[in-house]
């Protein structure tokens, strides 16, 4: 599943990816994820686009208490797993069919039990069986580096309109590489309303705030 190519002794500033787990401290608990990059590549490992939106919630400029949120292209499932501690009503932390069992380990690890009930991982590919989803059924649409195969982007935009209503956040931390990655943005703006509400200069990682544009009402 590995999507890019990796070479731990040629690119030693990726060798974080290459441990076995990763500990953060989030919403007052340890968070400790299991990494698989040889089995699940770029599915299994903590990518920083995904701390800085943790860092993002936290500061609390995006109310989750009592929210309906889900993560699109999970991975290791941190910032569904942030977004659970942080007091979303329910979160669904979402990936491809493959990753599932990765990522439900990771939920069961770091959820404390009393709060399982309202994390719910679940299988979904972009533009595909939405209809599983409630149309418009959540408050917060989260999705952390997930804007780099360009052969994506019109599912992954269908999704984000299938899944948000127009009182909807749509929250995108991003690092962006390639003139692409700007040209998705561009493609979001046809829809969405979109803000840059934060930027980690260290990480060089941008979040967009997107809020879904009134449908046309043609008289």
């Not at 441990?19 to 299991?34: C, G, M």
């Not at 977004?83 to 979303?88: I, K, Q, R, W």
């Not at 690890?109 to 719910?120: K, W």
Request: proline share 4%; charged share 20%.
């Amino acid at each position: 599943m590995a999507l890019v190519p990796y070479d731990g002794n040629y690119l030693p500033v990726f060798s974080k990816l290459h441990k076995s787990s990763a500990e953060f401290h989030f919403a007052d608990h340890n968070v400790r994820l299991t990494q698989d990059w040889n089995q699940l590549g770029v599915a299994a490992v903590v990518w920083d686009a995904a701390v800085v939106m943790c860092m993002y919630l936290e500061l609390g400029q995006v109310e989750l208490t009592g929210k309906v949120a889900i993560e699109l292209g999970a991975g290791t499932g941190l910032v569904g797993i942030v977004a659970a501690l942080l007091g979303a009503k329910k979160v669904t932390i979402t990936d491809r069919e493959p990753a599932l069992g990765f990522l439900a380990a990771n939920v069961k690890e770091n959820i404390p039990p009393d709060q399982l009930g309202a994390v719910e991982v679940s299988e979904l590919t972009w533009g595909q069986g939405l209809e599983r989803y409630p149309t418009g059924g959540f408050d917060i649409v989260l999705g952390a580096d997930i804007v780099y195969l360009e052969d994506t982007f019109p599912s992954l935009l269908q999704t984000m309109e299938h899944l948000s209503s127009e009182s909807s956040v749509v929250l995108l931390a991003c690092k962006i590489r390639y003139e692409r990655d700007t040209n998705f943005l561009s493609m979001l703006k046809q829809r969405f309303t979109v803000h840059e509400v934060h930027y980690d200069k260290e990480r060089d990682i941008h979040i967009y705030k997107a809020v879904k544009l009134p449908a046309r009402r043609d008289l």
